[in-house]
């Protein structure tokens, strides 16, 4: 899983909350991203970040968001507003410029009770 | 969207036997990945092949492109139990800022 971190492994959530995801990372990549897998499904980006203080959404923005203070951390609340967060969530990063090899971590489940 | 749709979407073989995965993807590409997913895990990248490369060999690993076709496979030779995973393509179209995947592969390796 390289040197990326996600914590926790497995999160539950009551219906109206809002929960964060956390993705660290100590690689030194510029790049990082958010994706969410569901079953039998391949990914689908949420969100990325070529630089600190910048992110751009992805194919299925809607409901989540995210910040990047630190080129290290990515964290991505999964808000209210998105009515289907039951899936795998996983955290990925790259040099800049090289997107196309990313660094995959752990996941985190979400449960939604 | 969608671009990489992986065939089969599941495969049960042997160990020692060869198993072989195609991917078949929508629009022009810088290069085409392939990943490998073991259950409840994250990605591990596994090979790349750029769009004018044909064929490339990694340790049991063979991956060929046919950017005519628009499809690639990934071949894994002499295949062992702990080869068992989801095997995911990955493609970068050109323009973009992330990777597309498809549905991937589940593979099984009886032992």
């Known amino acids: 899983d390289g040197g990326i971190t996600q914590s926790p492994k497995y999160l539950f959530r009551k219906e109206g909350q809002n929960v964060t995801l956390s993705c660290e990372q100590n690689l030194n990549h510029d790049a990082m991203y958010w994706y969410r897998q569901d079953p039998g499904q391949g990914l689908r980006l949420i969100y990325y970040?070529?630089?600190?203080?910048?992110?751009q959404k992805g194919d299925i923005a809607e409901g989540y968001s995210v910040s990047r203070e630190k080129k290290e951390s990515f964290p991505l609340t999964v808000t209210s507003a998105q009515k289907n967060p039951t899936a795998f969530y996983l955290c990925a990063s790259s040099i800049l410029g090289n997107q196309e090899t990313q660094y995959f971590g752990p996941g985190t489940r979400l449960l939604v009770l | 969207s969608q671009q990489g749709e992986e065939d089969p979407q599941a495969l049960s073989i042997q160990e020692g036997e060869n198993a072989t995965m195609n991917c078949s993807y929508k629009?022009?590409?810088?290069?085409l990945q392939w990943y490998r997913q073991n259950s409840g895990r994250g990605l591990v990248h596994l090979i790349l092949?750029?769009?004018?490369?044909r064929e490339k060999h990694s340790g049991r690993l063979r991956v060929t492109l046919d950017t005519s076709k628009k499809s690639s496979s990934l071949l894994i030779t002499a295949s062992r139990a702990a080869d068992t995973a989801s095997y995911f393509c990955?493609?970068?179209?050109?323009?973009?800022?992330?990777?597309?995947f498809g549905k991937g592969t589940h593979l099984i390796i009886q032992p």
């Open positions: 970040s070529q630089i600190v203080n910048d992110f």
């Open positions: 092949i750029r769009s004018n490369e």
């Open positions: 990955a493609t970068l179209a050109r323009g973009a800022d992330g990777l597309t």
């Open positions: 629009t022009s590409i810088n290069n």
